[in-house]
Structures are given as structure tokens and as C-alpha cells.
């Protein structure tokens, strides 16, 4: 089956950076879209970079110019590259992505099981 598995977090000093990994495993037929959300504690859980089909990434306000997405198409792999982090980067992240199973224009969400970051200050 398609799963998901984010790596990379852990702990790490105020300033510092960090690399998460999203591999996408399973039968596929291709992978659309792709994001990294996160999620703090008592707090809802919010888009932190995208990068659509179309390659065009974006990303939230907070983190522009720090992080950055990326993928590798044939490692089946998702990145995010953070840089100068914050204490408030503290939250568990979450990979998220649209799949074609099949040769058709429908898509299937997943979503990956997070991975923590903590940002000591």
C-alpha cells in the first residue's frame, strides 16, 4: 500500500537547521502535489510550504526565506530544508501529498504520521 514516512526531526539550537525527508512508497502511477504542514500543541494545524504540480512552491509568511521545499521525482522523495529556526518552529510536521494511482486525473490524498522538530532557544 502507498505510505508516507517523514524522517529528519529532532532536536536542534535556536538559528540552526534542519532536513525533513518524506519517501512515498507503494505502487504508484505518479505523485501531483506535495506539502508540509505542521502542527504545535493547542494549535490548529497549518500549511508550512506547498509545491503544486506546476513546480511553483509557496510558502507560509513565518517561514519565507528560511525553509525551503523540494522533491526528488525519482527517489519519490519530499524535502524540507529549514533554516535560521525559531522556537516557534516547534511543532510536529506532517508530509502531505495528491498520488494518481492510476493513468487518470484523479488523485488520492495521504498523509504521513509527522515527525517532531523541537527548537531549543
Known amino acids: 500500500q502507498v505510505q508516507l514516512v517523514e524522517s529528519g526531526g529532532g532536536l536542534v539550537q535556536a538559528g540552526g537547521s534542519l532536513r525533513l525527508s518524506c519517501a512515498v512508497s507503494?505502487?504508484?502511477?505518479?505523485?501531483?502535489?506535495m506539502a508540509w504542514y505542521r502542527q504545535a500543541p493547542g494549535k490548529q494545524r497549518e500549511l508550512v510550504a506547498a509545491?503544486?504540480?506546476?513546480?511553483?512552491?509557496n510558502y507560509a509568511d513565518s517561514v519565507k526565506g528560511r525553509f525551503t521545499i523540494s522533491r526528488d521525482n525519482a527517489k519519490k522523495t519530499l524535502y524540507l530544508h529549514m533554516n535560521s529556526l525559531k522556537s516557534e518552529d516547534t511543532a510536529v510536521y506532517y508530509c502531505?501529498?495528491?498520488?494518481?494511482?492510476?493513468?487518470?486525473?484523479?488523485?488520492?490524498?495521504?498523509w504521513g504520521q509527522g515527525t517532531q522538530v523541537t527548537v531549543s532557544s
Open positions: 509545491l503544486p504540480s506546476d513546480g511553483n512552491s
Open positions: 507503494g505502487t504508484i502511477f505518479s505523485i501531483n502535489a
Open positions: 502531505n501529498a495528491d498520488v494518481r494511482l492510476t493513468p487518470s486525473i484523479r488523485t488520492t490524498n495521504y
